[in-house]
């Protein structure tokens, strides 16, 4: 079924979202990939007192909602109801607003995304498949999946009109972006059910 989707996503959208919808987004999301994924982790471990093993180690849904309010803190943008894309973009040419934008690997992330979730991130767009913990964390905390094209960054990136550099500037392109996307076309993968497309 197609969707349009209005960010933020919140948990009434999501429930609305099933495995195989064709979905164009509009709204504001944030680009993130691995360095970053591994930044925003260590600044949540440093605001609890652990080390970053430690804090990747624990089981999902281990954190207190007094934790969870010093881990959101720790973040540079509040992720509740938001998407991440797991974007580096190209450098922008002169008049663009952004370089290809093609989707990364999502797996590079899986090790990050339950403690994402659990502080109320709602969406992830990627590609390829999901870690078996990072899909049960998506059914517990209510949230979906996306793929984007990968192969397509030039098209996609014709429906990011802005990007702003929010966090992490030193990482460069994998530095964190703040998007205001229209129509950004998706597929959900995996939804808040625990159904997957590739399956």
Same mark, same amino acid.
């Given at each position: 079924?197609?969707?349009?989707?209005?960010?933020?996503l919140?948990?009434?959208i999501?429930k609305?979202i099933?495995?195989?919808?064709?979905c164009?987004i509009?709204?504001?999301?944030?680009?993130?990939?691995?360095?970053?994924?591994?930044?925003?982790?260590?600044?949540i471990a440093?605001?609890?007192?652990?080390s970053?093993?430690?804090?990747?180690?624990?089981?999902d849904g281990?954190l207190?909602?007094?934790?969870?309010?010093?881990?959101?803190?720790a973040?540079?943008?509040?992720?509740t109801?938001?998407?991440?894309?797991?974007?580096g973009?190209?450098p922008a040419?002169p008049?663009?607003?952004i370089?290809?934008a093609?989707?990364? &690997?999502?797996t590079?992330?899986?090790k *990050?995304?339950?403690? !994402?979730?659990?502080?109320?991130?709602s969406g992830?767009? $990627?590609?390829?498949?999901?870690?078996d913990?990072v899909?049960?964390?998506m059914?517990?905390n209510?949230a979906?999946?996306f793929a984007a094209?990968g192969?397509?960054?030039?098209?996609l990136?014709?429906?990011?009109?802005s990007s702003?550099i929010?966090?992490?500037e030193?990482?460069? &392109?994998?530095?964190i972006?703040?998007? *205001?996307?229209?129509? !950004?076309p998706?597929?959900?993968v995996?939804?808040?059910? $625990?159904?997957?497309?590739?399956?």
């Amino acid at each position: 079924m197609n969707k349009i989707i209005t960010m933020p996503l919140n948990k009434s959208i999501v429930k609305e979202i099933r495995a195989g919808d064709i979905c164009k987004i509009t709204g504001t999301i944030y680009s993130a990939r691995d360095a970053a994924h591994r930044r925003m982790s260590e600044e949540i471990a440093k605001a609890l007192g652990v080390s970053i093993d430690e804090l990747l180690a624990e089981p999902d849904g281990f954190l207190s909602e007094e934790q969870k309010k010093l881990a959101r803190a720790a973040l540079p943008f509040d992720i509740t109801a938001q998407t991440i894309y797991y974007l580096g973009p190209t450098p922008a040419r002169p008049g663009q607003v952004i370089g290809s934008a093609g989707p990364t &690997t999502s797996t590079r992330m899986d090790k *990050y995304t339950p403690l !994402l979730l659990e502080l109320g991130m709602s969406g992830m767009i $990627g590609k390829g498949r999901r870690g078996d913990s990072v899909k049960a964390s998506m059914k517990k905390n209510t949230a979906v999946y996306f793929a984007a094209t990968g192969g397509a960054g030039a098209l996609l990136s014709k429906c990011i009109k802005s990007s702003e550099i929010i966090a992490y500037e030193d990482l460069g &392109t994998e530095a964190i972006r703040k998007l *205001y996307v229209e129509d !950004l076309p998706v597929i959900a993968v995996t939804d808040c059910y $625990g159904t997957d497309a590739y399956s």
